[in-house]
């Protein structure tokens, strides 16, 4: 795999030579993966699996027609016959008066920041022992009868991106993992339990005994569930599956659904979305962050930003394409995945907590559920219509009961953000952080 000197310089070598075929412009991103895991069943070694995969994303403009195109194969004639195909692609491409690089006043400069990403990777031993310690202890948990194993893994990614009107820049990540998964019962009352923690540093995953714990608990605790009635009552999310919510708000805010008018969302920039209690911060620089990185898909400067302040609206996130079509300026949000064009998005994302504890968040709701897993994927971007399947934990005169299963929450999302309240038991482990959230009038269908 290309170290960050060897992919930058590839990429460079890559816009040279679209340039010398006839691009006006260019732009070239690669990113290596190296990962390794193990996975322990019933005690036993599972399956040990190593990879390394590299690809390289090449964008080239042509006057106002531009095109897209990648390649894994990394020799010269393969490079020279990607670039070459970028250009015949671009010249047989419709125009667009919006297409074009990020502007050049605006690429990031001067040294990028160093946020503390990279951790030693621990060899398959260690990793196997991760693994067998999480299922066992996942194991011996009352009520447990079966497993879906356990896994240890660690691995990396180099990243690195260079434009032809002057920016270059890569970076590396290290990511860790440990999760877990058993069966609780038996025959048709069996139900399935999880548990999955990734870091960029080893030593902030928790131990391997505490994640094959959570997995079995959970099991454990959803047996015998029952169905509940159906009306419009207070909903309570779980951190784990409200996660989602801000993740339905962040692609409504998306520089191409505004430009496409395909959000529900649309009318709303600077307005009142949320309680005023809520404000909603993306850090990208957040050090060891799980979505964190110095610049963004077009070589900008990765700042900050506050997305909802005291409920309102801050704005649109921003590639330069969709700022063009907008007649604005890109916000340093723009993502890239290979050989794809950018697109817009967040990267580390925290919904700010109350002041109410859980216990004191649901104390006065006479009957509602608990969500705590989500099935399906029935939300519209453009109404905000809101039903999807859940499980999870009824309520019950302020107090979580019985779990309950085979329902269906239904809403539409600018609804229930006005009337969202946070618990204070945030935690910022993962990419979106929330605390435990609570939608009164959602409606609940039983069977």
């Known amino acids: 795999m290309l170290n960050e000197e060897g992919a930058l310089g590839r990429c460079a070598d890559l816009i040279n030579r679209a340039k010398e075929l006839g691009a006006d412009a260019a732009d070239a991103v690669y990113v290596g993966n190296h990962s390794e895991s193990v996975e322990v069943r019933l005690g036993e070694l599972e399956a040990v699996d190593r990879s390394e995969t590299e690809h390289f994303g090449l964008r080239v403009f042509v006057g106002k027609r531009s095109a897209t195109i990648g390649s894994s194969a990394l020799d010269a004639a393969s490079l020279d016959e990607l670039a070459s195909r970028a250009i015949a692609m671009a010249r047989a491409a419709p125009q667009d008066e919006f297409s074009g690089l990020a502007p050049e006043d605006m690429l990031m400069a001067g040294p990028i920041p160093d946020l503390d990403l990279v951790s030693p990777n621990p060899d398959a031993d260690i990793l196997r022992e991760c693994a067998r310690e999480a299922e066992e202890c996942a194991r011996q948990v009352q009520g447990v009868t079966n497993s879906e194993g356990a896994s240890a893994g660690s691995g990396g990614n180099t990243i690195a991106i260079a434009t032809s009107h002057g920016f270059a820049g890569s970076y590396c990540q290290s990511r860790h993992s440990i999760s877990a998964a058993v069966v609780a019962g038996q ?210 005169g302020g107090e979580i009961m019985g779990p309950v299963s085979g329902i269906t929450i239904a809403g539409n999302l600018l609804e229930m953000f006005r009337s969202l309240r946070a618990a204070n038991d945030l935690e910022t482990f993962y990419a979106v952080n929330v605390p435990t959230l609570r939608i009164d009038g959602m409606t609940v269908a039983g069977a």
């Open 187 to 396: 025959g048709s009352g069996m139900e399935r339990g999880s548990e999955w923690r990734v870091a960029r540093h080893r030593g902030e995953l928790p131990d391997a005994a505490e994640i094959g714990r959570k997995a079995a608990t959970r099991a454990v605790a959803r047996l015998g569930p029952e169905t509940m009635r159906s009306g419009a009552m207070p909903v309570v999310f779980d951190p784990m599956v409200g996660r989602s919510l801000v993740g339905h708000l962040v692609g409504a805010i998306a520089g191409p659904s505004i430009a496409r008018g395909a959000s529900f969302l649309m009318e709303h920039e600077g307005k009142q979305v949320f309680d005023s209690a809520v404000t909603i911060v993306d850090d990208p620089l957040r050090p060891r962050g799980l979505s964190s990185h110095p610049f963004d898909g077009e070589g900008l400067p990765a700042r900050p930003s506050t997305i909802i302040a005291d409920g309102v609206l801050s704005g649109w996130l921003l590639d330069t394409a969709s700022a063009n079509k907008l007649g604005r300026r890109p916000t340093g949000h723009a993502v890239r995945h290979g050989g794809g064009s950018p697109s817009a998005s967040c990267s580390n994302v925290v919904l700010s907590p109350g002041e109410q504890s859980v216990e004191e968040l649901i104390a006065d709701i006479e009957e509602g559920v608990l969500v705590t897993e989500l099935i399906g994927q029935g939300v519209n971007g453009v109404t905000g219509d809101y039903s999807r399947g859940a499980s999870g934990f009824r309520i019950r």
